[in-house]
């Protein structure tokens, strides 16, 4: 499967713990980007990360929320002492490197987070 | 106002008609714009890549984007029953990779 692929695709946890999700980008993709999609809402961006580095974080809350993209591994996103609130379903897109334009993102599946 | 406004739906038309969705938006700096297809329990779909205004056809899809009234548009010919899904649209600036996205349209292809 040559696509992003997200892990876990569902995931629960109490609140208080920490959740972790992950990604792996399309083959050649060096480019992550983190959205979250509550009900009835659409995607919201949250992280731009190319390899060792956030580009824009401006969509990430200020607290509990996290985001790396390691040399080797996939991208992480880290949510601590998770809240009723985080319950939503997060995706994972790639894109391709370039220097002169934008390049299309492509989705994973997404991992589904519910709070207990 | 939201930056990207998309009337959610739903939108239920017969097997074979034409099917026209829409978004406008507020933000002139939004240069890119996309439509993904999204299934149930399922990440989006890239369908259509546009940059600046004009259109663009691939088989049954054509995008359609007018910069001087911020609307874009996406029509679907021949409908089919495999169609049905939510249509987002999404929009981004030259040099700012993060995609705004609409809400969603919500779209059932009668057989």
């Known amino acids: 499967n040559a696509g992003v692929m997200q892990n876990p695709r569902h995931l629960v946890r109490r609140r208080g713990q920490e959740a972790r999700l992950r990604c792996s980008p399309m083959?050649?993709?060096?480019?992550v980007y983190w959205y979250r999609q509550l009900p009835e809402e659409g995607l919201k961006f949250m992280v731009y990360?190319?390899?060792?580095?956030?580009?824009?974080e401006s969509g990430m809350p200020k607290e509990r929320f996290s985001a790396e993209f390691p040399k080797e591994g996939p991208s992480i996103l880290r949510i601590q002492q998770v809240v009723r609130g985080d319950s939503a379903a997060y995706f994972c897109?790639?894109?391709?490197?370039?220097?002169?334009?934008?390049?299309?993102?492509?989705f994973g599946d997404g991992t589904r987070l519910s709070i207990l | 106002q939201k930056e990207v406004e998309q009337d959610p739906g739903p939108l239920s038309v017969p097997e074979g008609a034409i099917v026209s969705l829409n978004c406008t938006y507020s933000?002139?700096?939004?240069?890119?714009f996309m439509w993904y297809r999204q299934y149930s329990r399922k990440g989006p779909e890239l369908l259509m890549y546009?940059?600046?205004?004009g259109n663009k056809e691939d088989g049954r899809f054509t995008a359609q984007v007018d910069k001087s009234s911020k609307y874009i548009s996406l029509f679907i010919r021949d409908s089919q029953p495999s169609d049905s899904a939510t249509y987002l649209c999404?929009?981004?600036?030259?040099?700012?990779?993060?995609?705004?996205f609409g809400t969603g349209t919500r779209l059932t292809i009668i057989p």
């Open positions: 897109a790639s894109s391709p490197p370039s220097t002169s334009s934008n390049q299309p993102q492509h």
């Open positions: 083959k050649g993709h060096s480019h």
């Open positions: 990360l190319q390899k060792e580095n956030i580009i824009d």
């Open positions: 933000n002139s700096a939004f240069q890119y």
């Open positions: 546009t940059y600046s205004s």
């Open positions: 999404a929009m981004s600036g030259f040099g700012n990779e993060k995609l705004t």
